[in-house]
């Protein structure tokens, strides 16, 4: 029995029309999150499953973000407790080296994350980059309604293109070390008083616990997770211990559940 004959009209047909129905629904959503990491993906995970249109983008055509390199590109990294509830909740394989100290394999955990996060409802679009945001003032100042995208193609090839600007209630820089998303609000929104500092050289534990104190809004509608916050705080580099990652998604979900479901 051979595969079904498939022309080639009917691939592109099918492929621009899904597609654009896709895009149609994405023009409002709920929260849109800028980077698909660890911090990222775990937030995205979190905030479907309590029922949110949430969109994750991500510039590259893969997710992960700084999972992928294990540590110096040995494929394991380490999670700490308690981020081991996620690795356990997400059913991730483990090894517990020492009391509170888990041992995971780069790989599965990237898979695992983003399974996690497509199975509670959330939708990832790979291969786009958040060039801009959209924002409105307001009685309580400035405050950010949207982020506005680009295809990452066309940022690398230098083209003009205009991009094309969608709405949500609630932005979440995941986008790691550059903080992108808070760089562009800090150079474009000054009124903000948004500072990006710069992350300082490796401390895991400290960078681990600042990181995760730091996590949440940082203006209205912008909230940062993940490494972001530590370009943000100026908090201590950790490398390939990922706790205060899936910990800080879960944790900007959290606090974006309980704003946007009491509003």
Known sequence: MGVKEV???????????????????FTERDVVIVG?????????????????KTLLIE???????????????????IVESPADEIIKE????????????????????IAKLASAAIDAGAKILLGVTVDDV????????????GVVLQWTAVTMS?????????????????TGHDAEVLAIVSRKIPELELEIKGEKSMWA?????????????VAPGLYVAGMAVAALK?????????????????KVAEEIISRLKTS
């Open 7 to 25: 022309t080639e009209e009917v691939v592109t047909r099918y492929i621009l029309r899904k597609s654009i129905e896709d895009w149609i629904d």
């Open 36 to 52: 698909a990491g660890p911090a990222g993906l775990s937030a995205a995970k979190y905030l479907a499953q309590a029922g949110l």
């Open 59 to 77: 510039r590259k055509l893969s997710f992960g973000g700084g999972i992928g390199g294990g540590g110096m590109l040995f494929h394991k990294v």
């Open 90 to 109: 997400i059913k991730c394989h483990y090894e517990e080296v020492e009391n509170g100290i888990y041992v995971v394999d780069s790989a599965e955990l």
């Open 134 to 145: 959209v924002y409105r003032h307001s009685g309580y100042g400035a405050q950010i309604v």
């Open 158 to 174: 230098g083209l003009h293109v205009d991009p094309l600007a969608i709405r949500c209630r609630a932005v979440v820089d995941a």
């Open 205 to 217: 534990s400290e960078g681990e616990r600042q990181v995760l104190y730091n996590t949440g809004m």
């Open 234 to 250: 100026q908090a201590p580099r950790m490398g390939p211990i990922f706790g205060s990652m899936l910990l800080s998604g879960r």
